[in-house]
């Protein structure tokens, strides 16, 4: 089993900058990909970014590429989300996510453990 535990959220302005973590636990963090969802009121929790056990790949959704970088650090088991340039349409529940091996890393069923969220809210 993975325990992870989200933090950073929080309320900025649009145009401001956020950093979200993850804390792991449970498994040999380095051994697993792990990935950011969002979730916004009544709507589907989407993929917003991805990053390999080493760190060396990544993967982006396209409305958040070139402002969101995702990066972990494989010695404290943490994963970051570093959100710029954060526009209304961001504001959601941010969850990070344990991956398994799959090439279908957009989809929430690629991911086998969830953090319980931290919202993040941007007002315009």
């Known amino acids: 089993q993975v325990q992870l535990v989200e933090s950073g959220g929080g309320l900025v302005q649009a145009g401001d900058s956020l950093r979200l973590s993850c804390a792991a636990s449970?498994?040999?963090?380095?051994?697993?990909?792990m990935g950011w969802f969002r979730q916004a009121p009544g709507k589907e929790r989407v993929f917003v970014a991805r990053?390999?056990?080493?760190?060396?790949?990544?993967y982006y959704a396209d409305s958040v590429k070139g402002r969101f970088t995702i990066s972990r650090d494989n010695v404290v088991n943490t994963v970051y989300l570093q959100m710029n340039s954060l526009k209304p349409e961001d504001t959601a529940v941010y969850y990070c996510?344990?991956?398994?091996?799959?090439?279908?890393?957009?989809?929430?069923?690629?991911?086998?453990?969830w953090g319980q969220g931290t919202q993040v809210t941007v007002s315009s």
């Open positions: 990053i390999s056990a080493s760190g060396g790949i990544t």
């Open positions: 449970g498994r040999t963090f380095s051994t697993f990909a």
């Open positions: 996510a344990s991956g398994r091996a799959s090439s279908a890393y957009y989809l929430p069923r690629s991911y086998d453990y």
